[in-house]
């Protein structure tokens, strides 16, 4: 399926209706002139070539004409790509947002609630910040509206979380996560402009996650289809001040005040290009966050939680997606026209809705047939915390999915959450001897069987007799169809189906809305 997250060349419009609900309406802002203010989701993107997903073998056919994105050219907020408000089952509209990664289509959706700031026009940040002007309080409270059903028998914090310990030398525990620091991806090594109005010799920073005892590197800096390290570095403060910070902590004020909180600080240093300013206050944050995990209020707090913000696990996802996939996403246009290896992808939104609508818990077991470079089987992992399989054929896309496993491994640790048990297998899942021994434990199978052939989803309909009653199938298209005998069909005989309709910019290879099946097996 990352970039399933930094903004994409594609508008959403309930996006930016939901934004100006929050705010009185301001005259037009006045035109920006420092690169540092374009968010690294405001980027166009390029289509990739090959559209939808399947791939298991047998011919499929592209549908790569179908793609029909539409450019953005002042998209409203970024989730580096951005954050998306996965909706709810009983939803039947969308507030996407356009993410920025190297993706073919629209990356994902976000909620009011996601943390991130607007532009604004005047010097101190003025009141277009719609969220900063929000009440703490209330914003507390959207962020854990947010949540995926409370699964109480869920544990998440991760057992490798920094509490204060001294590191040891030779003991793995307290060894640096082996994560793809965002200076990696985005330097002026790889030809990125200094951002904020810094010197080229002042660019470098180091920020603080809540679960590590070892920072991000990054460089401030901005380049087309890089990492926007400003407003990355933005967001993750928002989301610790939010999400980790106890609301009744005596701390909460000093990340959350209106007006000398260390969110409004960055964001007013971002908005005059106060590059200076936004080291001192990013140094002070690092030093208090530091202190509140040497306190244990981080770890503590983490044990009350069962869920996990859904704009929070978009954005996790994003940054293990910006800093594997999307530097080598021209891998995945080497594809064979005509065959199963098309790609294609169901982006967050969609997942969060199938995971909600299925009624997914950290006790069940989720598998995905043709996984692709591995986005949805991590976001079940993290989103609802259960086991999870996927597997996918296509060699490129078997390696970047590979490597998002293991910058997701590292990255779950940096920020203190344990995720679902994840195992992605490589080859036919027809033929993967894992695979369809994992398939009789499933509680939820997921197959993009838009361009699969009549021969492979008949392959399908014989492996879901072994799969155990009340089991959910998730798929593109039908596997029972009227024109056939009840009587001679396998499908007919052990699925009952229900058709629905997924909204708009829920799929990369069309912006379109359209139609899936959820079959329960008999």
């Known amino acids: ?119 604004s026009d005047d010097e101190d940040g003025g009141d277009e910040d719609w969220e900063a002007v929000m009440d703490a309080r209330k914003r507390r409270k959207m962020m854990e509206d947010q949540l995926v059903r409370v699964d109480p028998s869920r544990s998440l914090r991760h057992p490798r979380i920094w509490t204060g310990e001294e590191t040891v030398v030779g003991d793995k525990m307290s060894a640096p996560p082996a994560i793809i620091h965002a200076v990696d ?44 390290a400003v407003q990355d570095i933005i967001k993750v403060v928002n989301y610790v001040a939010t999400t980790y910070i106890p609301e009744k902590h005596k701390d909460a004020d000093f990340f959350l005040n209106q007006t000398s909180g260390i969110c409004r600080r960055l964001e007013k240093s971002k908005n005059n290009g106060d590059g200076v300013g936004f080291k001192n206050v990013l140094r002070e944050y690092n030093e208090r966050l530091r202190s509140l995990q040497k306190q244990g209020v981080i770890a503590k707090h983490l044990d009350t939680m069962h869920g996990i913000p859904k704009d929070l696990t978009a954005f996790i996802l994003d940054q293990v997606y910006d800093r594997t996939v999307a530097p080598n996403v021209e891998l995945l246009a080497k594809y064979k026209n005509g065959s199963d290896n098309v790609y294609g992808e169901l982006l967050h939104p969609f997942i969060s809705n199938i995971l909600e609508r299925t009624k997914m818990t950290s006790k069940k077991v989720f598998v995905d047939l043709g996984s692709g470079v591995g986005n949805v089987t991590l976001q079940a992992a993290l989103e609802i915390g259960c086991e999870s399989w996927g597997c996918e054929m296509m060699e490129n896309a078997c390696n970047l999915a590979e490597a998002q496993l293991k910058e997701f491994s590292a990255r779950c640790r940096l920020w203190g959450i344990l995720p679902g048990k994840v195992r992605l297998e490589r080859g036919d899942f027809r033929k993967n001897e894992k695979i369809l021994a994992a398939l009789k434990r499933a509680d939820v199978v997921l197959v993009n069987n838009q361009a699969f052939t009549s021969q492979l989803n008949a392959d399908l309909v014989s492996m879901f007799l072994d799969l155990k009653p009340g089991c959910k199938i998730i798929s593109l298209k039908t596997f029972v169809h009227d024109n056939k005998n009840a009587e001679n069909d396998v499908a007919t005989s052990i699925l009952d189906v229900e058709h629905l309709t997924y909204p708009e910019e829920y799929v990369s290879w069309t912006s379109a809305s359209g139609s899936y099946c959820i079959s329960t097996r008999r």
């Open 185 to 228: 991806v985005a330097s002026l090594q790889l030809k990125c402009q200094p951002a904020l109005g810094l010197k080229a010799d002042n660019v470098a920073v180091r920020l603080q996650y809540p679960g590590g005892r070892y920072p991000e590197k990054y460089e401030l800096v901005w380049g087309k289809d890089k990492i926007d």
């Open 1 to 119: 399926m990352s970039i399933f997250n930094q903004k994409s060349k594609f508008k959403v419009k309930t996006e930016v209706r939901t934004v100006r609900e929050a705010v009185q309406p301001k005259p037009s802002p006045k035109p920006k002139t420092s690169s540092s203010s374009l968010s690294s989701s405001d980027r166009l993107k390029p289509p990739v070539a090959g559209e939808i997903r399947g791939r298991a073998g047998g011919g499929g056919s592209s549908n790569s004409n179908r793609s029909t994105p539409r450019a953005s050219p002042n998209p409203a907020v970024s989730r580096i790509r951005s954050s998306s408000p996965y909706l709810s089952a009983n939803d039947s509209t969308t507030t996407t947002a356009t993410n920025g990664r190297k993706r073919r289509a629209i990356a994902s959706s976000r909620s009011p609630a996601s943390p991130s700031f607007m532009e």
